[in-house]
């Protein structure tokens, strides 16, 4: 099958090449941070997590996104998502991937990961963690790889993969549940001391990881044969517009209880994330473009003749996945770190080493998700201009 990946025309060959310039750029950036070590990024003594660990907590729950086009159609028999499951398990092996590799970049020195391996603790939650990641990387190979081949003789999948694909989607849950323990069972840091942060995390998930995967299909039918059918995109929608109405009202909920409580540990986080701290207000301008973004993607989806349009519908898409990867990606893990325990605040922000090496992960992903995709609409004959 991967002889597939391995022909197209010149639209993919160059974009092919601008992911693999990318990837050498990050290579080449990781390379020197083997060298000096994390002193090149904006980590410090008193923000030991950043931009690394970020999009690591945001791709998890690109990755548990799948679950929202598997369950439908093998749990409920919903026929219309037939042609996106093998998309969203295809997706989520890309977005595991990347999670490990940003793992590996915050590492420092990739040798440190066989300390969980030869030294395991069952009641480290960071165990669990990377427990559940293997494992639900493996789960969609098995079951992407016994689908294609099943596709490629004409042959309805073997029976014994209904019941791996049950496991796949409560693994799903349990990779993003796991995630926000690691943050929530910290307590000394309250602004993640949420009982709400795991489904606030699962509800984000439902709607940049579905979000993403309407866009893709998108592309895939303006440039391809592919058609995933009107009715499959507009019940994606719908799952996005509920998915992120419920994220926003979790934030909301967040904001209230910071506010009235009026408890300064709590409420100094969200003062630094929205309004500034003595002076600091560097992620001030991103999360009020987040919240922006929010309202003009509620606005797009909750009409339903927006919704049903490919224009707005492709904008509504674009605006939850940006709003949630600021929330994600660059507020969530950094603002909980300022101020730390003892009221001092030391701003974080990215250098450029780290943006590129992130960057590079990001064209891994992307180059992963265009072999994946060119796999899989060769083996249905859907590869070409339509």
Do not use: M, Y
């Given at each position: 099958m991967l002889e597939k990946a391995l022909t197209g025309d010149r639209r993919y060959w160059s974009w092919v090449a601008v992911l693999l310039v990318v990837i050498g750029v990050g290579a080449c950036c990781y390379l020197r941070q083997l060298q000096t070590g994390l002193g090149i990024t904006g980590m410090s003594?008193?923000?030991?997590?950043g931009f690394y660990i970020a999009q690591f907590t945001f791709l998890v729950g690109v990755a548990a996104s799948a679950v929202m086009v598997v369950l439908p159609y093998y749990l409920h028999d919903v026929k219309a998502f037939g042609k996106l499951t093998i998309l969203g398990e295809l997706l989520a092996i890309s977005a595991v991937t990347m999670c490990l590799l940003f793992i590996v970049a915050d590492?420092?020195?990739p040798q440190r990961m066989l300390n969980i391996v030869l030294?395991?603790?069952?009641?480290?939650?960071?165990?669990w963690d990377m427990v559940v990641l293997n494992g639900y990387l493996i789960l969609n190979v098995v079951i992407s790889r016994a689908t294609l081949l099943a596709r490629r003789r004409d042959e309805a999948p073997p029976a014994w993969v209904r019941p791996v694909v049950w496991l796949s989607i409560l693994w799903a849950i349990s990779i993003h549940t796991v995630t926000a323990f690691i943050y929530s069972g910290l307590a000394a840091r309250?602004?993640?001391l949420t009982a709400i942060l795991a489904p606030r995390f699962l509800a984000s998930a439902f709607s940049s990881g579905p979000a993403l995967l309407i866009l893709l299909c998108l592309i895939l039918k303006r440039f391809s044969r592919f058609d995933p059918g009107d009715e499959a995109i507009s019940k994606v929608a719908v799952i996005v517009t509920y998915a992120m109405a419920i994220n926003v009202f979790f934030i909301l909920m967040e904001l209230f209880t910071a506010l009235y409580s009026d408890i300064p540990e709590h409420l100094e986080h969200f003062r630094y994330l929205f309004a500034g701290l003595e002076g600091h207000s560097r992620l001030v301008p991103w999360m009020w473009g987040s919240i922006a973004l929010a309202v003009v993607a509620l606005a797009l989806l909750v009409n339903p003749v927006t919704r049903r349009n490919p224009r707005t519908l492709a904008l509504a898409c674009v605006a939850v996945f940006a709003s949630i990867w600021i929330d994600k990606g660059l507020g969530m893990v950094v603002t909980g770190f300022v101020p730390n325990p003892l009221g001092e605040i030391t701003e974080y922000w990215p250098t450029?080493?780290?943006?590129?090496?992130?960057l590079g992960v990001y064209a891994i992903g992307a180059l992963m998700v265009t072999g994946f995709y060119r796999i899989a609409l060769a083996e249905r004959g859907e590869v070409g201009r339509p």
């Open positions: 003594r008193d923000v030991s997590w590492l420092g020195q030294h395991p603790t069952p009641h480290s939650i960071l165990f309250p602004f993640w450029l080493p780290e943006v590129l090496i992130s």
